[in-house]
């Protein structure tokens, strides 16, 4: 029902209630039994139990569970208690995080008002909020949070602050009187208070036309629990991933079991072997190590100014490819600006943002030729005016920042003036205020009499330019009170629209002297006759640094567009000033995007860059539009109007300081800083996190498919077997780990944000990942095989020729993982830069070691000590692999660096 369009009368008459006497407690009791108490309601809620149960449903993770299972049956005690620990810890992990994570509703319930002024049976009675039903009558005062959704029925001087529901920046003035437009959005029904809002100034009755689950915050409630949270990326990779590696790992030992008993072998052995090679060729130590390296990602974030409450969450912003961002508080400071002044024909700019007495004055076009107010008589009587008719005040706090108590207009009239050196306590040394007219929504305007020390009185009134221009018959020009005729109020029109134009919210300043305290008494005689001072044009200002930060994130290929409650007119004008138009850009409100199907929006979201006076609800289909058209999608807003397309995007990005509850419980990454710039050092981490799982996803996999065909090759060569399970186990369990974490920790290379974010689709072996793979992994297990025959026929012994193999093969590793730390080469990148990885395959290195060379390991891992000419084979052999690609794409890269420079002939 849209009560916005209904009269008072109407209103009562449809929920049988009385202005003068309410509901009965008989009636109210009764519809509170049928449509439940005034609550918003959490969605079912798993227990602890299933929450933890649910970390091992990951297809990956039920195949490491297999792999426990055989190597337990198989007496690889060690190994399965190994792989047990790593799937505990990552469950463990999983389950912290999750029940962290849903905690929006709760937050909602705060925002709820405890308890609410009710006429009941006649009688004003303080009732709890969940109390509340349709049709009572409550009373809304300054300070009060609304406990429902309520029809106005009076309202004097009421103004709401619905900010954090709708986007719009300054408190809303509020009125009785029925609107007749279709589809208002929310930050239009001036006649309707919504739960949990906030009442800043005024007073007001209201009968209530919707409770709980049926208000607008409800209906936020609803899209919260509705809105699926959505696999990231990079868990969509590694469960591809995962299921490649089963399916080959399967088919793997398959083989080389019927190979070898085809060859001979014992039955046992086999198996033995062929789980073993399965094992391997599952990396075991993945899910712990995409865990380890998001999890430094996040302590890195975290001194960035950044809390990630989902440990996926900063690879996701690494493939991010349009964000949408909140105007209010998240692109601007919140924080109304006086940006511009108008008064006797003169003109100011004024500098500084914000509520600190921080700026300066100059003329227009001239930024360097600063004014003094001082010597600026019609200026200084403006900031002075503006200051007398004011109710705000601005204080600083123990942190150092200056905070404002009283509505925005009002602070950035008292701000203003203090950059001129005028402070509103010193004026009342020297007026006093005498008798105030209220601001109300049909007059648009306030007026204060104050009365100096001669026993002069004045009345001095602020509101609206259109408004006040009627009551004005004189002006201030050029330091004389002169007649203001028509072509006067043209003059002051054009300015006030040239102020609209760059979308600065206007407000007049007259005054006139009384001759006594006589005329107070009506109102009407008081506001006219008046002089006109000036015109204020102020602005709530973008924040220090967006511009850049938006730029950085073009350059990487990442678009950002503006999503605000605000007016168009407001938000072209803050989103022209960031540099987020297109020449070809669009604006879109949310009374079009109303008009507009799914099909139809995804299809025209590339062109549109602002979306302007939209709801929650517009905000959630914009996401999911981005969705549709393949982009990964970040969300970021500070308002409980944020929260449900906070949740539902890719990533959701809140903001710390100014944010509410709600949005950050929603939020998969809070900026506590509020600075939009910290999303660029988020998505330059999350994209050198993927980095590194590719790189230690073909470290792995490259070391493992070397492991596989070493023993496959011998066995289609009729060669005995070059490696014995334990020591395949011991390579994968310990050899592979170490470097693979280290890796996990590489620094980011200097391209990282000159790419463009990867598509959505791309596979994790993309970009030539499985060529590397295959053909690194191709080389390592020729040259371990050579190694084994060149010694197997020079000695004759076979556990000598296998350690060698062994060693072989991990020295071709530890090698092999310097390479892996680039796409170019290994002669790209400084090895000693990763100071980890050296630390890890050194460590790795003394583990190999210590299993050929301490005697009482040797006969566990069938290995015996070598001397320096095998040490010369398996170093010589393990080199081969790495060096010989890495020479090869060297010379490639040359001769294409070569082609590319001008004035060189090709051949």
């Not at 509705?226 to 490649?244: D, F, H, N, Y």
């Not at 015109?535 to 605000?564: F, H, L, N, Q």
Request: include cysteine.
């Amino acid at each position: 029902m849209q009560w916005y369009k209904k009269t008072t009368d109407e209103t009562m008459n449809a929920f049988q209630t009385s202005q003068t006497h309410g509901l009965t407690a008989v009636e109210a009791s009764e519809k509170r039994q049928a449509e439940g108490d005034n609550v918003i309601h959490e969605g079912e809620v798993s227990s602890r139990l299933q929450t933890f149960l649910l970390q091992f449903k990951d297809f990956m993770v039920l195949v490491l569970i297999a792999a426990t299972l055989v190597s337990g049956l198989l007496g690889e005690y060690i190994d399965a208690l190994a792989i047990l620990a790593i799937i505990l810890l990552n469950g463990c992990l999983g389950y912290i995080q999750e029940r962290k994570a849903e905690k929006s509703l709760a937050s909602l319930k705060a925002l709820s008002a405890p308890q609410t002024l009710v006429l009941r049976d006649g009688a004003w009675e303080k009732v709890p909020s969940l109390e509340l039903v349709t049709g009572d009558i409550i009373r809304l005062q300054s300070g009060d949070r609304v406990g429902a959704d309520c029809r106005l029925l009076t309202a004097d001087r009421l103004q709401v602050d619905e900010s954090a529901l709708t986007g719009e920046s300054l408190p809303v003035d509020k009125t009785t009187a029925a609107l007749l437009a279709d589809e208002l959005s929310l930050g239009d029904q001036e006649n309707m208070s919504f739960m949990g809002t906030l009442i800043t100034r005024g007073s007001g009755t209201a009968v209530v036309t919707a409770t709980g689950m049926q208000t607008a915050m409800g209906t936020i409630a609803d899209l919260i629990q509705s809105s699926a949270s959505i696999t990231t990326p990079l868990q969509r990779k590694l469960e591809e991933l995962g299921k490649i590696l089963i399916v080959a790992a399967l088919g793997l030992t398959f083989i080389v079991v019927l190979l070898g008993i085809w060859q001979g072998h014992e039955l046992y052995t086999m198996v033995l072997a062929g789980v073993s090679l399965a094992v391997a060729a599952i990396p075991e130590g993945l899910p712990a190590i995409v865990t380890v390296a998001l999890a430094l990602g996040v302590q890195r974030m975290i001194r960035r100014n950044a809390i990630i409450r989902k440990l996926p969450a900063v690879e996701t912003l690494g493939c991010t490819s349009v964000i949408c961002s909140d105007k209010t508080g998240t692109l601007t400071k919140n924080e109304m600006t006086v940006q511009r002044l108008w008064a006797g024909g003169e003109e100011w700019q004024v500098s500084g943002s914000g509520y600190a007495p921080k700026g300066s004055f100059h003329i227009p076009g001239s930024p360097d030729t600063e004014v003094d107010a001082r010597h600026a008589p019609q200026l200084q009587q403006l900031l002075t005016f503006g200051a007398l008719c004011n109710h705000a005040d601005i204080q600083l706090d123990e942190s150092g920042q200056y905070k404002l108590q009283g509505d925005p207009t009002d602070g950035a009239l008292l701000a203003v003036a203090s950059k001129a050196g005028i402070d509103r306590k010193g004026l009342l040394d020297d007026f006093t205020v005498v008798q105030e007219f209220p601001f109300d929504s049909q007059r648009k305007m306030m007026s204060v009499i104050v009365q100096n020390k001669k026993n002069e009185l004045f009345v001095i009134t602020k509101g609206a330019p259109d408004f006040i221009s009627q009551r004005c018959n004189r002006r201030i020009h050029n330091g004389r009170i002169q007649r203001m005729g028509t072509t006067e109020t043209r003059q002051m029109a054009d300015v006030v629209d040239q102020m609209a134009d760059d979308a600065l919210r206007t407000l007049a300043v007259a005054y006139k002297k009384l001759v006594s305290i006589d005329e107070a008494k009506d109102i009407e005689r008081v506001e006219s006759e008046l002089v006109l001072v000036g015109v204020a044009g102020m602005i709530d200002p973008p924040r220090e640094g967006v511009r850049e930060s938006i730029d950085a994130c073009r350059d990487a290929g990442i678009r950002t567009v503006m999503i605000t409650g605000d007016h168009a007119k407001t938000a072209a004008a803050i989103a022209g000033q960031l540099g987020m138009r297109r020449a070809n850009g669009r604006i879109l409100e949310g009374r079009q995007l109303d008009q507009m199907s799914a099909e139809e929006l995804a299809t025209d979201i590339d062109h549109i860059d602002v979306f302007a006076r939209v709801s929650p609800t517009h905000k959630l289909r914009i996401v999911q539009a981005y969705q549709k058209r393949g982009h990964v999608c970040a969300m970021t807003g500070d308002g409980v109007n944020d929260a449900p397309a906070i949740k539902a995007a890719d990533i959701g990005i809140s903001m710390g300081k100014t944010g509410t509850d709600v949005a950050r419980e929603a939020s998969d990454l809070i900026l506590t800083d509020d600075r939009f710039e910290t999303i660029q050092a988020a998505v330059k981490e999350g994209r050198n996190i993927y980095e590194n799982v590719r790189k230690f996803i073909r470290y792995l996999l490259a070391s493992n498919v070397g492991e596989i065909l070493v023993m496959l090759f011998a066995m289609l060569a009729g060669l005995p077997l070059p490696l014995v399970p334990i020591q395949i186990l011991w390579v994968n369990l310990v050899t592979d780990g170490l470097p693979a974490l280290a890796l996990g920790m590489d620094q980011p290379e200097d391209e990282v944000m000159r790419r463009k974010p990867r598509p959505l689709k791309e596979g994790i072996f993309s970009r030539g990942l499985a060529w590397k793979i295959i053909s690194r992994g191709f080389l390592i297990g020729a040259a371990s095989l050579l190694a084994f025959w060149l010694t197997l026929n020079e000695s004759g012994e076979l556990i000598e020729a296998q350690t060698v193999a062994f060693l072989t093969l991990v020295m071709a590793q530890l090698i092999h993982v310097f390479d892996c730390r680039s796409d170019h080469s290994i002669f790209h990148r400084n090895p000693f830069q990763n100071m980890f990885l050296v630390a890890a395959v050194l460590l790795s290195f003394l583990m190999v070691l210590v299993v050929v060379y301490v005697p009482g390991l040797q006969t566990i891992f069938h290995t015996v000590p070598i001397g320096w000419r095998e040490w010369l084979l398996v170093l010589g052999m393990a080199a081969i692999p790495t060096f010989l690609l890495s020479i090869f794409h060297f010379q490639s890269g040359a001769k294409q660096l070569q082609r590319r420079k001008p004035g060189v002939a090709l051949k």
